[in-house]
């Protein structure tokens, strides 16, 4: 079946600029996740949903960072006032639930590299 | 921080098993052990997790020790498809979702 995808595959953007990086979720899947990979290291988390509302957004950067997930299907993770740190591989990820045996499925990623 | 710690590198040869081992000497009685893997430019995929008992799937076998304190995957029959990195992660019912995935075994399958 369908798995999680994510678009675009690849952004870039100059410095200052706006982004959204958007997420379509295995469908049923209730829990959605944004994990950021920087290279050569692994993903860290950056927010949970749990249906249409942020369960935990403690691994949000900064206000430049926000999601939102409005009918409890695709999110949208945007960034604003875009800077160089920024550049990694923004990842999510979907579960049918939050619990111990419902594993998260991840999508490839989008690249994000700002000039 | 990562709560485990695993070698930076293995090399299999193909068609053997392949036996890689995570450290998790500080895990609490209710975190589980997960184990995923990345393959080249893909997300991470999900191969098995365990609490205490032994666990077998079509991808791997889990082999946890009884103290808990350490883990070993098993690839029975690697392929050159099983090149990846692998990540061993422990987590509880609070934290679910929240993976701290660390820097993984770097894991290349030789012909």
């Known amino acids: 079946g369908a798995g999680v995808s994510q678009t675009p595959s690849n952004k870039v953007t100059e410095k200052g600029k706006y982004v959204e990086l958007r997420c379509d979720p295995i469908s049923g899947h209730t829990a959605l996740y944004w994990y950021r990979q920087s290279l050569g290291q692994g993903p860290e988390f950056l927010i949970y949903f749990q249906g249409t509302g942020a369960a935990d957004d403690s691994g949000l950067p900064n206000d430049r960072f926000f999601a939102v997930r409005p009918e409890g299907s695709v999110s949208t993770l945007k960034i604003q006032r875009t800077e160089r740190g920024d550049s990694a591989v923004y990842l999510c990820a979907s579960s049918l639930g939050r619990w111990m045996a419902s594993p998260l499925h991840f999508g490839n990623g989008t690249r994000l590299t700002v000039t | 921080d990562a709560k485990t710690t695993q070698p930076t590198s293995m090399d299999c040869a193909e068609g053997r098993a392949a036996n890689l081992p995570c450290n998790h000497s500080t895990i609490s009685g209710n975190e589980y052990v997960y184990w995923y893997r990345q393959i080249h430019s893909q997300g991470p995929q999900y191969i098995i997790h365990g609490l205490k008992n032994n666990e077998t799937n079509e991808m791997a076998s889990l082999i946890i020790t009884e103290d808990r304190k350490s883990s070993t995957l098993i690839l029975p029959h690697a392929t050159l498809r099983d090149t990846a990195v692998y990540y061993c992660?422990?987590?509880?019912?609070?934290?679910?979702?929240?993976?701290?995935f660390g820097a993984g075994t770097q894991v290349v399958v030789t012909p």
């Open positions: 992660i422990v987590s509880d019912s609070d934290s679910w979702g929240k993976l701290q």
